[in-house]
């Protein structure tokens, strides 16, 4: 959950930096904060994907 905060984060100062400077914020600085939160993403899905079927949190194994 804290990763997908910080990126939500990340994503909204990226948002605000591009908003208030125009095309002179995306390159190289809004690339590489794009780039981290799509890392971000990547690990907090692998971790969540981890936790669900290697794991089994919050599945229930009996029958419907």
């Known amino acids: 959950m804290i990763g ?3 990126a939500v984060v990340l994503s909204l100062w990226n948002w605000y930096r591009r908003y208030e400077a125009g095309d002179a914020a995306v390159l190289p600085t809004g690339l590489l904060i794009s780039f ?3 890392l971000i993403l990547l690990y907090t899905g692998w971790r969540g ?4 079927y290697k794991h089994r949190v ?3 194994d009996q029958g419907s």
Do not use: I, P
């Not at 994907?49 to 669900?52: F, T």
């Open 36 to 38: 981290v939160v799509v």
């Open 4 to 6: 997908n905060v910080v």
């Open 49 to 52: 994907w981890e936790m669900v």
């Open 58 to 60: 919050a599945v229930s």
